[in-house]
């Protein structure tokens, strides 16, 4: 799937949040991060995936304005999927929880 082919289905989440791994985080530390508006995911006895709402400032009316020159990880988002990125949910790209 393209992104260019689907902008006028997007909801540009990818450019909404950005997320951060956990390994072994302390309560403490979940506490905070779900104190400053971020949504935390248990993704086994150990890991986490924390959500942290971030707007891309290159978004505009829910689109990509450097659409040209936009980095890397955002052209090849698809592929970096498969890395182990996290795309949210109500991503069009469809993503295994």
């Known amino acids: 799937m393209n992104c260019l082919d689907n902008l006028n289905k997007c909801d540009a989440m990818c450019c909404k949040v950005i997320t951060i791994e956990l390994r072994n985080p ?4 979940l506490r905070y991060y779900k104190f400053h ?3 935390v995911f248990r993704k086994s006895r150990t890991d986490y995936t924390v ?3 971030l707007e ?3 978004l505009v009316d829910n689109k990509c304005s450097i659409q040209d020159t936009k980095p890397a990880v955002c052209r090849n988002f698809n592929e970096n999927n498969s890395k182990g990125y996290f795309i949210p949910e109500n991503c069009l790209i469809k993503w295994k929880k």
């Open 51 to 53: 959500v942290v709402p």
């Open 26 to 29: 302390t309560i403490d530390l």
């Open 37 to 39: 508006n971020c949504e």
């Open 56 to 58: 891309c400032n290159k």
